[in-house]
């Protein structure tokens, strides 16, 4: 009986053990899963989880020494320091969210779970992004974003696999080689700026593709201009690449190419994004390669220049740098593929045509402002010297007892005869060159002026150039400083499309809106030129105020009228100099506001 008791006790005593395990077990499981969504936000504002059995905190010693050392601090660090999810975590299985906006951390684990937190030192560097392009099954390329407070970023230093040997690469984008196919390569990479300081360290994983086709490991620009961008590219592969294709305007369309490519026809200080790929003989085809290029600005004087270039260079590098018609310069070989480059002179010179082209220069001053009379403007360069006009007619003058200057002759033979004009000989080489000054007038070429003769206006510019410089129908030559224009001059400074048009009918609006030597309304323009018709010897031609080549007897066209001794003022006297050979440029672009200086 007292058996029979012993044995009940028990069996009551063990479904006792189990319906309290039971219970037990219950509560437990439902205090952890409380526990497990038990989220602590904010904790760098409880210090008493800091430092304890939950919680430790984990700094690096030396921006990317990787080593790490436990810190007495109760709270976040706020500046000095980058969270480092990879490292950070919790023994038991606990998450870590950090918000590097207001420096907090949420915590996601039960109460009995500890936490460790790792920061990264960085002194002002850090890295932003690392974009990753171009893989391949033997190279990843890596385009890497990093700031620094300091100064400028000078060395990337990357690593494969947690190695402790970091490579180093100037470049930020870092192209690494020699890898192997369908491999995760875990990369680890920091920068490095001008004072020394580092950054934190950057891990991402990459796995090569299982195929090696051509690989782009650098795209070069060259010759960049104004309007063109010239690109070669370099590339790997392991069979020979047959095809190259450019895009310059974001992939709406490729050109097909060789391993280097021009493209024309662009915009002057434009930014253009540039892409290329490459296919080999086995059709496999590269990834894209990006790159950014600017074109160069528009180019004056001021940018091809410097001071003591020689001016007459500095003109030809203005039209070598900007091209046929780029400013208004031509060069007059009969080699041109404009419209009318039939119609060049043919004599080798560089001249401005056109409404306003910037090639004012300032002559006879040194003044800060240039004096309105001592504007000058640029005709073109003629072996190897500058020619200028006045910008505007010269002042009067007058002489004791002398009422009448003949354009052409003097008062006792008024004839066509340049070389015995008082105009000549007395207003423009002796008080008008006398009135430069030494200084200045030192500057201007002696010069032999071929004064030819034509028969007739009612041509286009070449033939007139042919009739007074190259084969004229009469000949005198005079040696002396100062000259007039010729008609050609004022007919090629026109833009090119109006070079087939008559000189009588330059009185076009279109013409004279676009012909820089053009005065304006109500002023004509004296010329050097003569005009042999009707066996004369007292014709010469002129500009009139409409724009239109005439001619007409020197008696018309007087610098004084004969009988009232008043100053013609219908007709602008603008002498014509050739700068020495040696003139050199000082500053200024050609504009108005900005002349041309020279040495």
Request: net charge negative; hydrophobic share 30%; aromatic share 12%.
């Amino acid at each position: 009986m007292e058996q029979n008791l012993s044995t009940k006790k028990m069996i009551i005593f063990i479904i006792v053990g189990v319906l309290m395990l039971i219970v037990s077990l219950y509560f437990l499981y439902f205090e952890k899963s409380d526990n497990n969504v038990n989220i602590m936000q904010n904790i760098n504002k409880d210090s008493q989880v800091i430092n304890t059995n939950m919680l430790t905190l984990m700094y690096e010693t030396n921006a990317g020494s990787g080593i790490y050392e436990e810190t007495k601090d109760t709270t976040w660090p706020e500046e000095g320091y980058i969270f480092n999810d990879t490292l950070s975590g919790c023994e038991n299985g606990g998450e870590l969210d950090y918000n590097s906006q207001n420096n907090t951390v949420n915590l996601l684990s039960n109460s009995s779970d500890r936490c460790y937190v790792y920061f990264d030192k960085y002194d002002g560097v850090w890295i932003d992004n690392i974009d990753v392009t171009n893989i391949t099954g033997s190279s990843i390329t890596l385009n890497v974003s990093a700031t620094s407070e300091n100064g400028s970023i000078t060395t990337y230093y990357y690593s494969l696999n947690d190695s402790e040997e970091y490579i180093p690469s100037t470049n930020n984008v870092i192209i690494i080689k020699d890898l192997i196919q369908l491999t995760k390569y875990t990369i680890s990479v920091y920068a490095e700026d001008s004072v020394g300081k580092r950054s934190n360290i950057y891990e991402l994983e990459v796995t090569t593709t299982d195929a090696t086709g051509p690989v782009i490991t650098n795209v070069t620009t060259t010759n960049i201009t104004m309007n063109s961008i010239s690109v070669a590219v370099q590339i790997e592969s392991p069979v020979e690449v047959t095809r190259y294709y450019y895009s310059i305007d974001n992939g709406n369309s490729f050109y097909l190419g060789g391993s280097t490519h021009t493209f024309s026809g662009l915009t002057g200080e434009t930014d253009y994004n540039i892409l290329v790929y490459v296919i080999d003989t086995e059709g496999k085809a590269s990834t894209e390669y990006s790159l950014s290029s600017t074109t160069q600005g528009l180019p004056t004087l001021a940018t091809v220049c410097s001071n003591g270039d020689n001016l007459a260079n500095c003109i030809k590098e203005l039209y070598n740098a900007g091209g046929e018609g780029y400013g208004g310069l031509y060069l007059h070989d009969g080699l041109g593929t404009y419209e009318n480059y039939d119609q060049e002179a043919g004599d080798n010179s560089y001249r401005y045509s056109g409404a306003n082209p910037n090639n004012y220069v300032c002559f006879g001053s040194t003044a800060a402002t240039c004096p309105d009379d001592n504007l000058y403007r640029i005709i073109g360069v003629f072996d190897n010297q500058v020619k200028l006009i006045k910008n505007t007619s010269i002042g009067n003058y007058t002489w004791s007892g002398l009422t009448t200057i003949y354009v052409h002759g003097d008062a006792n033979a008024p004839t066509n005869t340049w070389s015995s004009s008082i105009l000549n000989t007395g207003v423009l080489n002796e008080t008008y060159l006398n009135g430069l000054g030494s200084t200045w007038s030192n500057k201007i070429a002696t010069t032999t002026w071929k004064v030819g003769g034509t028969s007739d206006y009612f041509v286009p510019v070449k033939t007139m150039h042919n009739n007074e410089i190259i084969n004229p129908s009469e000949t005198t030559t005079y040696s002396s400083k100062i000259g007039l224009m010729y008609v050609s001059d004022y007919g090629y400074a026109v833009t090119p499309n109006y070079w087939q048009i008559n000189l009588f009918s330059y009185n076009s609006a279109d013409i004279t809106q676009n012909d820089w030597m053009y005065l304006g309304a109500g002023m004509g323009q004296l010329t050097i030129s003569r005009l042999d018709d009707y066996d004369s010897t007292d014709r010469i031609l002129t500009v009139r105020s409409s724009g239109a080549v005439m001619g007409g007897t020197v008696y018309n066209f007087t610098y004084f009228d004969p009988e009232t001794a008043e100053p013609n003022a219908q007709y602008a006297t603008r002498p014509v100099f050739y700068l020495n050979s040696s003139i050199t440029y000082s500053r200024g672009t050609g504009e108005a506001s900005n002349p041309v200086r020279i040495n």
